[in-house]
C-alpha cells in the first residue's frame, strides 16, 4: 500500500493517551511549537518542555522528537531534555543510549548553497537555513518572491540530484536518505521502544511517512492543524490542543 492508499478525512480527536505500551513520536515546529517567521525564533518554553521530560520519564523513554530542524536546534529549543531525536527528517538520529549517528553530506550541497546565498543576499526578508545536510530557502516574509524561490529549488534539485522537499513557505534541498518514517522504524527495532504502539503526532507533509510507518506498525497517526487528505488517523485543531492532549495523561 501508498500513503495515498490510506488517505482519510478527518475531525476526531484522538482518545487520552495511555502510556503503558505506547511509543510516542512527536513533530516540533507546528506540533510543540507555533510556526515562527523565522527559524531562530522559536526558543526554550518551561510548559512545553517540562511536560516532555516527565512524559518520557514515564513512558520509560518511549518519547522521541521527528523533526526537520537541525539537532543541536532540537536540543536548543528543548534544552537537551528529550535524548531520542530524529532530526533533519530522519537524516540524523540520537538514539535512547544517546549516540548519534547520520549520512553523509551530499556532494551537490556546495553548488546549492552558494546559490540560495546569491539568491538572499539582496532581500533581507528571505533567509537560507543551513543544516549541513540541507538547505532551506525561507520565503515567509517575501510572499511577492514565492515563485522565484519555488523556481530556484526546482532548478538545484536538477542540476544537483538533491531531494526537493517543499513546506509551508519554505523549499528544503536535502541529502537523499532516511525520511521521518524510516527514523520511527529504526527507533521501534530498539529498546525501549521495541514492541510498543507507535503513535506520531504532525503537522505537515514531511509527516506523512510518519503516520503511513505508525499504522503499518499498529499504531496511528493524528494531524495537527486544518484538516486534509492525510495518512493520520485522527486530528488535532493546533499546538494548544497538542499541549493539552499531552498534559492529560499526567
Known sequence: MSIEDLTTGLEKPPAKLALEGTALFLDLDGTLAPIAERPEAVRPDARRNGLLADLARRMNGRLAVVSGRALDDVDRILEGRVTCVAAIHGLVRRDA??????????????????AIADFVAADSRLLMEDKALSLTLHYRLAPDRAQEAIDLAERL?????????????????RTPGASKGDALRAFMREPPFQGARPIFLGDDMTDEHGFFAARQLGGYGVLVGPPRRTAASYRMENVAATLAWLEQSR
Open 97 to 114: 543510549r544517546g549516540v548519534v549517528g547520520e549520512a553523509p553530506p551530499h556532494p551537490g550541497l556546495i553548488a546549492a548553497r552558494a
Open 157 to 173: 534539485a536538477t542540476v544537483t540530484g538533491l531531494a526537493l522537499q517543499p513546506g509551508d513557505m519554505v523549499m528544503e534541498l
